[in-house]
Structures are given as C-alpha cells and as structure tokens.
C-alpha cells in the first residue's frame, strides 16, 4: 500500500515543463523568497475571466506583485466547480458538490489554505462496506476477499494489488514532479490504451477491476493509461486526505475577499479580440453589453463553455480542435442528510471513513461528509461517474431521488426511515461548467501540451490545462503557472 510519507514542499525546487505541459511546483516563481516583480512604469492590466479557484488565483498572484487585475465571473458567486452547499441540511452540516479531497501531497492547496489562515481536518480512516456482486461484506486483514474469479494473489491484497499493477511501474514512466513523466517511448506505447486495458496487461483479473473501479470510480474504464498514470506518479506518496473546516470553498471566499472590488459578477464572456497591443473583451452585464481591455488576459472558463465564445483572430487549429474534442467527465452527486448515522450500527460492525460504501450498484461509491462534522445526523453522498451519472441524469428530475434512493436501499436497506432531505448536482446541467472535469482519453494526451499554451497576450489556466485535472491542486498550479508566463513577457 502507499506509504505513509508526508509531503515536504521544499522537495519541488523548479518549473518543470513535461511533454509541452508546463508544470509549476513551489520554489520556482518569482515570489518565492525574491521580491515582487511588479510592472513597468504605467501600471499593466490583467482580465481573469472566470472566478474559479483558477481565476482567482491567477489573480491574487498578479495582485501580490502590483499589477492591476480585473476578474470577471458569469455567476452570482466565486468558486466555480468548487461549491460548498450548506443550505437545506440540519444541524449546521454541509456538503462539497464539487472538489471535496485535499490529498496531503497537493502542495499548491495546502500552501493556499496556510496563507488564507483557514483549518485542514483530516478525514479519517474507517471500515467500509463493500457491495459487489450482490454481496454484501466488510474485509478483514489477512482474510481472503471474497469475490469470485480472483487470482490467488488478487484474493490476498485485494486493493493492495496498486503496489503490484501499477506502484512497480512508476519508473517505466517517469514522474511530473522531477520533470522525467513521460519518458521516452512511453507516449508511443500507451497514448492509445484505456486505463483498464493497462491493468490488465499487468495481470489484473477481469473479477477484479469492479472492486478497483469501487474505490477509484468507473472513469477507470474509459480514461487513458497516460493521463491516469500521471496522476497516480506525481501523487504518489499521498498518505492522509483533508477538507477545509467550514467548506472547501472558504478558499475561494477568501481569495475574493483579497480582491475586493476587482470581481465582478454576471458578466457572460461573447468575445475576445487581440491585436500587437491589447486585448479586448465584450461580456453580456445582464442584458447590456460592456467592454474590457487589458494588456494581458488569462482565460480560465472551462472548455464546453469556452466554446461559445468568438476569437479574433481565431484560436489555432490545434487549440480549437483541443477544445472541440476534449471530454468533459460527467459526474452527478446525490445527497441524503439522515437522522442519524445509522451506519455505526451495522450488524457487520461499525463502518467509517469517507469512502463509507464501495459498490457496483448505479449509486457507485457512497462517501460520509459528516465523518468530521458534528451532530448527529449525517449526509451520505452517491458519487457517480461516466454512464452512472449519464443514467442518473436522464431520469426525470422529480424521479431521481426514488431512482438512487432505491440503489442505496441495496445495501442499506435503513435508508428510506432515516432520510430526512434529498439533494443533488448534476454538473453536466449546470451551464457554467457543462460537465464535471477534463478527461484525457486515449490518444488525447497532445491536447495538454497544446490547451495550456498562450496565444499571443492571452493565457489559459484551470483543471483542464493541469495533469491534476479534477483537483483544486491543478486548478491552483495552472494559475501560477500562466502568472508565471505573463511576467517573463512584462
């Protein structure tokens, strides 16, 4: 299993570029331990489109330095995908409908949370109930795991099989924290495979991918061997996992409240046009239409929406072809906060953790929110991807409570007497988002040499421009990455 090691921020020294994707780890910007580097004579301005943790990075650092920065978001509120939802539940309890886990290697989030004099809460450890096949279990150490058509290995390690398919692997691949991922050759022998196909070329049986897909989500049957296993290389050493107390999206309150008065809200970006000098961009302000300029933009929007938006001149025809074929993974969250924590009274045992239910069922993987939160009710979220969340969405609006109530009743059969509300999110429908994060399919991994590049005085920023797509982490570093770029031009 993963080491118990923590991350040390002093180990990432350097700006690293990995196969075109400029990757930007502490220790190489020009705050770090050197001044401010602030513009020339005449202040320089900056347009942050979108108020995402991206966005709002991008601009905290440019302000940290002097430069007159501007954002501007199409909602009524900053966060974007991260969203802490606290209306609707008891007792003062919450739920993440966005980014929800700060693994203790994601440097970026956790140098934020520091600075923004906010409070991590690690989440802990528990048993959690296991539901494949139809079975209904809980594993216990040095007991063979009880699902058919294992190999003899497979039924001793069960989840500890990582070490063998894919932690013995690491240095076939390189690593984009030392700027070695992907070494030579690697790009030409995986770029066209599926995750799933990968393990199994490692030994992995076809009985064992469900259990595998129950504690890392179903995306593993569809995403490319390259993609997933930057992340697996970079985030290797990842031991504890946290939140921020009160709500992961505190974080992008706080950036706000360091730039007051420079967001702006319900602008709907229509246009941007760049010449030699400037850039310009036209928004719909509730019905008006307004203008910005700048001398530098930084594009964080994610990309179905981006879509929409006119280039002049156009974007290149790589860019846009990145943009137009790119997947958004779909993802939709359920939530029923109950009237108790019924599942400490299992009568397989008391379970825990964040990772409460690990199943097969179209509710995939059911997580606790409250595991650190007081009271007692609790919040028991379905965490759905790819055709569980498509499925889910199909359904009628009215109907998907009974839908997913009735797939969690499978293996707790408690749930209908203890629910107390119902919620959800389906980020496919929210209009701003268009879907929940950037998956990079195979044959797709040129696209993140290509959607982070500048063109011309307009930068790009977000999870979709970072190997940590999904994670508040790659939101984070791809902001200080294109700060970064824009202050070697000034």
Known sequence: MKSKTRFDRRRFLELLSVAGVAVYLPGCGPDDGNPPTNPPASTK???????GLAGLSAAYELMKKGWDVTVLEAQTRVGGRVHTQHEGFENGQYAELGATRIPDVHDHTIGYVEELGLKLEEFPDGTPLYYLGGNRFVHTEGTPWPIPGLSPEEATEGLGM??????????????????????????????????????????ATDAWLPLYASDNGTEIYKIGVLAWMALETADQDWSLTYHVQGGNDLIAQKLAEKLDGKVFFERVVKSITQDETKVTVTVDAKGTSETYEADYLVCTIPLKPLRDVAFSPALPDDKQKAMDEVHMMTSSRAMFQTKTRFWKNDPLGELGGLKLAKTDTKAERVWDLTATQTGDTGILLAYLQDKNADDFAAIAAPEREAYIQAELAKFFPDIEAEKLSFHMKVWAEDPWAQGAWTEILPNQWWMLAVLPRPEGRIHFAGEHTSIWAGWMQGAIESAKRAVDEIVKKS
Do not use: H
């Open 45 to 51: 301005k900056v347009l942050v489109l979108g108020g």
């Open 162 to 203: 990582w070490s063998t398919y894919i932690a013995a692997n690491f240095a076939e691949f390189g690593n984009p924290r030392d700027g070695s991922f992907p070494l030579p050759g690697i790009v030409e022998k995986y770029d066209g495979m599926v995750w799933t196909d990968y393990l199994k070329s490692k030994g």
